[in-house]
Nanobody, 120 residues
Framework: QVQLLESGGGLVQAGGSLRLSCAAS????????MGWFRQAPGKEREFVAD????????DYTDSVKGRFTISRDNAKNTVYLQMNSLKPEDTAVYYC?????????????WGQGTQVTVSS
């Protein structure tokens, strides 16, 4: 079993940056594809990015390409999401997830989420 705990959310002005972290417990962390999803008010949860266990492959939704970077440190059981050039439309609750395959719509494990608010 894997437990996920996100941190790093907050309020930032448009154009600013935030770095989200997701600390995982469990010895099987390194075997999972790890991802980030987000859910804006009144909208469905959507895929943001994911990364393979070896970090050799990353995948992003089109709206964040060139602005967000996903990374992981298997030694620390942590996955990160560096978010630059933030826009008001990036405002959402961001969730960390452990996936069994890339862009899996129903991840195996979810975190509790961290709020990101981008003011204009």
């Amino acid at each position: 079993q894997v437990q996920l705990l996100e941190s790093g959310g907050g309020l930032v002005q448009a154009g600013g940056s935030l770095r989200l972290s997701c600390a995982a417990s469990g010895r099987t962390f390194s075997t999972y594809i790890m991802g980030w999803f987000r859910q804006a008010p009144g909208k469905e949860r959507e895929f943001v990015a994911d990364i393979s266990w070896s970090s050799s492959r990353t995948d992003y939704t089109d709206s964040v390409k060139g602005r967000f970077t996903i990374s992981r440190d298997n030694a620390k059981n942590t996955v990160y999401l560096q978010m630059n050039s933030l826009k008001p439309e990036d405002t959402a609750v961001y969730y960390c997830a452990a996936l069994s395959y890339f862009r899996a719509p129903n991840p195996t494990y979810w975190g509790q989420g961290t709020q990101v608010t981008v003011s204009s």
